[in-house]
């Protein structure tokens, strides 16, 4: 049955019922919870909001102090199995990113580095390896059956890490007030998520992993000429996919070439992401350069957090271009 929360106020003893009112509007909530993610939860800090990757917006992105990502998906007027869905989509996308994805996404969103602002919320370093786990929050004003049904299931069959809560408005003379309710009970809800099998998330691969991808690929040439030159004029980062060369900008850290031997082939060429604004900001490089070498972005998307326009299939004659550019010879 749906969730329902009661109110009284305590008046000469006694107590008086304050009757729930509709809340106004479920844009509010999402208001309010990028203001203070502690209406969900304590253990939160938003690093992105309204990311638009899979046609309808993710609302909230977080971060727990463990370093796993949390979806918070709104579930306004939307049927339970398009909520659901969506949520499970984004968390789909969510679980393969890494820390150079965490930090790109909390410096647009914060507007300051993630490891500043982790710090700052939690009081304590960041871990070294990020969104080891992730899990899911749906968020509504009120829960229909159907809804309770599906994440009851995901999480008590499955392991799914998802959870719901809701919010019930009261407003009265004195002012208005919100209660929230948990569908579950969070901490069955974790010890189900860790028990699942392959819960963790896989290691970052090291770079000599990486390149024994891009040997099967058919790009190892390409890969040892990005890695020769782009390497000595950026530091290098892995993940479990992809090799970053990052320079330091005023926001910190950040990738101004990414690398991706699973997308790379023989026949299109060695799978590259080229943020061009970044490599104008620290090397002075025209960007009518860097895009008269790139040509035309490639068709795929390589699931970063990158913009789509940033992708590329570069040749042997385009990466030696861009290495020269780059890196002045």
């Known amino acids: 049955m749906p969730l329902e929360v009661k109110l009284w106020k305590i008046e000469a003893d006694k107590l008086q019922p304050i009757d729930q009112a509709r809340l106004d509007l479920e844009e509010r909530l999402e208001e309010w919870l990028r203001g203070d993610i502690g209406l969900l939860s304590d253990d939160l800090l938003v690093i992105g909001s309204q990311i638009a990757r899979y046609g309808v917006p993710l609302d909230l992105l977080a971060v727990d102090r463990d370093g796993n990502l949390v979806v918070v998906e709104l579930k306004r007027d939307r049927t339970p199995r398009d909520v659901v869905a969506q949520a499970l989509d984004y968390a789909s996308w969510v679980q393969e990113l890494g820390r150079e994805d965490v930090e790109e996404c909390a410096r647009e969103y914060l507007k300051e580095p993630f490891d500043d602002a982790f710090r700052r919320k939690f009081r304590t370093e960041p871990p070294e390896v990020v969104n080891e786990r992730h899990r899911i929050y749906i968020v509504a004003s009120s829960l229909d059956?159907?809804?309770?049904?599906?994440?009851?299931?995901?999480?008590?069959?499955?392991?799914?890490?998802?959870?719901?809560?809701?919010?019930?408005?009261?407003?009265?003379?004195?002012?208005?007030?919100?209660?929230?309710?948990?569908?579950?009970?969070?901490?069955?809800?974790?010890?189900?998520?860790?028990?699942?099998?392959?819960?963790?998330?896989?290691?970052?691969?090291?770079?000599?992993?990486?390149?024994?991808?891009?040997?099967?690929?058919?790009?190892?040439?390409?890969?040892?000429?990005?890695?020769?030159g782009f390497g000595s004029v950026a530091r290098k980062q892995t993940s479990r996919t992809t090799l970053w060369f990052q320079v330091k900008l005023e926001e910190g850290y950040s990738a101004i070439i990414s690398v991706f031997p699973e997308a790379s082939s023989g026949e299109k060429g060695l799978a590259v992401a080229v943020v061009t604004e970044r490599i104008v900001r620290h090397f002075g490089i025209a960007e009518d350069r860097i895009k008269a070498i790139c040509g035309d972005r490639t068709e795929e998307y390589f699931g970063t957090w990158h913009s789509p326009d940033d992708c590329f299939h570069l040749d042997e004659q385009q990466l030696k271009a861009l290495v020269a550019l780059i890196t002045g010879q």
């Open 145 to 228: 059956d159907t809804t309770q049904r599906i994440v009851k299931y995901l999480s008590s069959t499955y392991g799914v890490g998802i959870n719901a809560a809701t919010f019930a408005y009261f407003k009265t003379p004195d002012g208005e007030f919100v209660a929230r309710s948990m569908l579950l009970d969070e901490k069955d809800v974790e010890r189900r998520a860790e028990a699942r099998p392959g819960a963790k998330r896989l290691p970052a691969r090291s770079e000599d992993e990486l390149r024994t991808i891009a040997e099967k690929r058919g790009v190892e040439a390409l890969w040892d000429v990005a890695v020769r």
